[in-house]
């Protein structure tokens, strides 16, 4: 999907451009006035405090008001091979690297590589790459720009360069119930010419570089992902012209369209893409084409995978003759109330006219048909030569920009004055608030009330721009109305600052900081794309009939018993229920099918499960599956205790599949001395770290709590807060020496001095250093920088990656904080929550079940599914499987997989007893009433025990451990682990 030269384009473009106004030479930058793109006005730029002068639009409209333009001539071009200096591991092949000699190659982040450019003239210039990424993660090439030494804005610190992708086969391939199966994705491996554009497309057209006649050396530097480098070019920008100087260009040249001819190009079908996360789709209903009549037919793209600024979809298509053609899309843009979708649109790799940079497609609650048209309703007519044509559309949320900027300026300043509020009165938690004392804060904070007020005018402001820009009332922006009415209430009345708890508060930042990132998505589903040699509408959009009549269907296609179609039915085959989406079901029995039963023979029939709770009816009924995935780690004992699961570790082989596994993941399947299930998957608590802001104000990430202590002042004093779930109590209390039960299982331990140790130093992470109570979403606050430290899972690693582009190379994940030990090392006992395997005792088919799970959790299939699930969706479906070996054949980065290892060794989770369920229960009201209720830590740790001992009892003698006299009949077998598992950083 690289940039591809069309020859038709360029011809029509060459005698348009001289028509081009100087007043337009920013027509492809951010202008400091509020611009017009055909239907598109874009909000201005507002000038924000010092804090945002790195940010690419703030730094550009300062080098317009000082008076640099677009440079008009490109500086010569540098080869790969005459860089002027190079950090060791970048390096010249000496081969042919598909057609290219001299290349350059960038293997490790960090590698980099400088050139000196001789610039003609003082200008803004834009850079192109000729690149190619090699085989990595199969996520996008990272890379930061410096000129002459220093990122001249922040986006130049994290550019990317994203690798093609393409459908391994189209149509896809059905399975024996007609329904369409996924494809897997394949990379497309070749040269392209990529602009340095942001990580998100966040401004629009290529990133501009300030550059002063003479020399300059120009730094890459690889930040994640191989790639090899064959040019550099620092060019003059290119204008974009408008729609109507470029139809005044096209009235000379020779137009022979066909009358009547129309292509139809399935959205489906697409040659290339940018990511594989954009992907086919199925609309599970009549209204799209090709029909689904009750199938699952992938009959249109896009969607909610297609929303992230930069995400782009490529098609290719023929005309027959020379002449004007019209292009109209079959769309669904019915995500967010009043919202528009944009998209920039370019033929043969360039946007043909400035009206197609951010295009918009406006909310619509059904299928819209639609040609490409001005803001009177006018088509555009498009030039196009005999012969092939490529058609892009790339996810573009640069219109909202400055609004997304300012408002994100408006929550810093809130949580500036909230920090201010609370260094005046004390106040860091709900339990502090007293609604009694009035702090006259309008005394103490002098202009208290104009700062309060200003923040509701300014958000009143971008709501105001946000409703110019989309022509409509935006209902979607209640959110952001209750905070303005919220401050205007507490602008009048100061006080109401110090006596709402800071969870409200935390409130009306989430809603502003979800907002930007909502405004930010550009989802959008295409159905068919047409090229016609009329402005005539090819086809109708579905309407009131045709969707009342494809409900009827629906409904009557409810009394089908192939509806819920779930999976296989095969007698012969054994039932495995899984509780995952469909697309993991249809990979598993894929794989299943290629690999297990055509080595042992033994039919699968994999079933989709979409409520575990099925199991416990199927229990009840006695219609069990004869194996069980994805199921949460609670789960299997509570069944184990019941008599309902077959004994793995009876198993003959059991002792050689096991050590596949760190020891510690093995705890929670296991009741009574036996073990019930396999763990799947794993997601284990690492640190996160912003690496700019902790070099920034001289820290270092924390070895162990002494140094979390020991950072807490000067983070705190900075504005900056660490986040720690506050249900994240079981590293703490595991790293103290504490246990949960006794050895023999039969009562609370959590009445040991290292316990209430453990639950006073629990509780006083928030009572004494003031750590936040209420936090919605770490990745949010994470992103935008207010919490640069803190404990959290998978999950949030997967966030970053996926959706905080803009802050590759600025964060990191290590080990979390430990408790040193006298030896010198550093105890790191966390757990995690898990999904597992397990087989039902009434199963007639133990041993094939047995096979079946052996095959799933070995390091062979783990890997392939793992790779495969992907390929086919992209990386936020990273498998984080719990085979050790297997986890380290998947595509993670090595740093971040060397650290998960490191800190994998030390899983460890709480036993499961019968009634262990208490104990989570009034930990959790032991840490309200304590934290909250301003509790004696002490007294709320022992009446929780009581109450866990309470209920422990009445499980032991529902499960036969003890008589209804009290007395015990038999004692429990409760696993530990005591050192961790060195065996978890080899491979």
Not at 165 to 191: F, K, M
Request: glycine share 8%; net charge neutral; with cysteine.
């Amino acid at each position: 999907m690289g940039t591809k030269s069309g020859s038709a384009v360029k011809l029509a473009l060459a005698g348009a451009l001289l028509l081009v106004p100087c007043g337009s030479l920013f027509a492809g930058g951010t202008a400091a006035d509020s611009r017009q793109d055909g239907r598109t006005v874009r909000p201005p730029v507002e000038r924000l405090s010092e804090a945002y002068a790195s940010l690419y639009s703030q730094t550009l409209l300062e080098w317009i008001e000082k008076g640099w333009k677009d440079a008009l001539a490109d500086a010569p071009r540098a080869a790969a091979n005459r860089f002027s200096a190079a950090s060791s591991g970048v390096s010249v092949r000496s081969d042919r690297l598909l057609g290219k000699t001299g290349v350059l190659q960038f293997t490790q982040s960090k590698d980099w590589a400088e050139f000196e450019i001789d610039v003609p003239q003082d200008g803004l210039y834009t850079i192109d790459l000729t690149v190619l990424p090699l085989e990595g993660t199969l996520g996008p090439v990272q890379i930061g720009v410096k000129i002459d030494g220093a990122f001249p804005f922040a986006e130049a610190r994290n550019i990317q360069l994203p690798r093609t992708w393409t459908e391994s086969v189209y149509p896809p391939a059905v399975n024996e119930h007609g329904d369409q199966i996924r494809p897997s994705q394949q990379e497309t491996s070749e040269w392209s010419v990529r602009p340095l554009t942001d990580a998100k497309l966040s401004s629009p057209g290529p990133l501009r570089w300030k550059l002063s006649k003479g020399k300059h050396t120009i730094r890459l530097e690889s930040v994640l992902e191989p790639f090899a480098l064959a040019e550099l070019a620092v060019r003059a920008p290119r204008q974009l012209p408008a729609y109507g100087q470029v139809a005044a260009s096209w009235q000379s040249l020779p137009d022979n369209v066909q009358p009547g001819w129309t292509s139809v190009i399935e959205a489906e079908q697409m040659s290339a893409k940018s990511d594989p996360s954009v992907q086919v789709q199925a609309s599970n209903d009549n209204l799209a084409d090709p029909v689904s009549n009750g199938k699952m037919i992938y009959n249109t793209m896009g969607g909610y995978r297609w929303s992230r600024g930069g995400q782009s979809a490529e098609w290719t298509f023929d005309v027959p003759s020379d002449g004007l053609y019209y292009i109209h899309f079959k769309y669904l843009q019915n995500f967010t109330k009043d919202a528009i979708s944009f998209r920039e649109i370019r033929i043969d790799g360039e946007v043909p006219f400035r009206e197609l940079q951010s295009y918009p497609f406006p909310y619509s609650r059904n299928w819209n048909v639609d040609h490409l048209k001005d803001e009177q309703g006018k088509p555009y007519a498009i030039y196009l030569k005999k012969g092939s044509h490529t058609m892009g559309l790339t996810a573009n949320p640069s219109p909202t920009t400055p609004i997304r900027e300012s408002i994100q300026a408006i929550v810093d300043a809130y949580q500036e004055l909230n920090r201010q509020v609370a260094m005046v009165t004390g106040v860091k938690n709900r339990s502090m608030v007293d609604q009694n004392r009035d702090w006259n804060l309008s005394e103490s904070m002098p202009g208290i009330e104009t700062q309060v007020g200003s923040l509701a005018d300014r958000l009143q402001r971008q709501v105001d721009k946000l409703q110019q820009l989309y022509g409509n009332s935006l209902q979607g922006a209640e959110g952001l109305r209750s905070v303005i009415f919220d401050l205007r209430k507490m602008a009048a009345q100061p006080d109401l600052l110090s006596k709402r708890p800071p969870e409200l508060h935390a409130q009306n930042l989430e809603k502003m900081t979800m907002f930007i990132d909502a405004l930010a998505r550009q989802p959008l589903t295409l159905d068919r794309i047409y090229v016609t040699s009329s402005p005539e509408q090819p086809a109708k959009p579905p309407g009131t009939l045709a969707v009342l009549g494809d409900l009827v269907q629906n409904f009557f296609r409810t009394f089908s018993p192939d509806y819920h179609y779930y999976g296989r039915r095969d007698p012969e085959g054994i039932d495995v229920w899984v509780n995952r989406g469909r697309d993991y079901v249809a990979l598993m029995q894929q794989l299943a099918d290629e690999s297990f039963t055509a080595k042992t023979g033994i039919k699968v029939n994999i079933n989709l499960m979409p409520n575990p709770g099925q199991l416990i009816l199927s229990n009840s009924a006695g219609r069990e599956p004869d194996v069980a995935l994805g199921i949460a780690e609670g789960t299997p004992v509570d069944f184990a205790m019941r008599g309902s699961l077959t004994k793995l570790s009876d198993f003959p082989d059991y002792a050689a599949v096991a050590p596949r596994f760190v020891p510690g993941t093995l705890i929670p399947f296991t009741y009574d001395g036996s073990v019930y299930a396999l763990p799947e998957t794993v997601a284990l608590n690492v640190l996160f770290y912003r690496t700019d802001i902790l070099q920034r104000i001289g820290l270092k990430p924390p070895d162990t709590w002494e140094e979390m202590y020991k950072m807490l002042p000067t983070l705190q004093q900075k504005g900056y807060d660490f986040f720690f779930a506050r249900q994240n109590y079981v590293p703490l209390f595991l790293q103290n020496g504490a246990s949960f039960y006794t050895n023999d299982g039969l009562s609370s331990a959590l009445n040991s001095r290292e316990a209430f140790n453990s639950f006073k130093m629990w509780t006083e992470l928030f009572t004494v250093y003031g750590f936040p109570t209420e936090v919605p979403s770490f990745y949010m606050h994470f992103r935008r920088g207010d919490m640069p430290v803190g404990i959290a899972d998978y999950n949030a690693y997967m966030q970053l990656l996926v959706a905080a582009p803009e802050l590759a190379g600025s964060w990191e994940i290590a080990p979390i904080p430990g408790m040193k030990q006298q030896d010198g090392t550093v105890a790191r006992w966390s757990g995690g929550n898990m999904t597992s395997g397990m087989i039902f005792k009434s199963s007639k088919r133990q041993n094939d079940s047995w096979e079946f799970l052996k095959w799933w959790t070995s390091t062979e299939t783990q890997s392939r599914f793992g790779n495969e699930i992907e390929l086919q969706n992209g990386v936020e479906f990273r498998w984080n499987t719990a085979n050790v070996a297997a986890f380290q054949t998947l595509p993670w980065p090595e740093k971040d997989r060397d650290t998960i290892l490191s800190q994998w060794k030390w899983y460890k989770e709480v036993p499961n007893v019968p009634g262990g369920y208490f104990t989570s229960r009034e930990l959790t009201f032991a840490w309200t009433r304590t934290v909250l209720q301003n509790g004696n830590y002490r007294e709320m740790l022992e009446k929780a025990v009581f109450q866990i001992d309470s209920e422990l009892k009445r499980k032991q003698r529902e499960f036969g451990f003890v008589n209804n006299q009290g007395d015990t009949v038999r004692k429990l077998q409760v696993p530990d682990v005591t050192i961790p598992w060195e065996e978890a950083g080899k491979r």
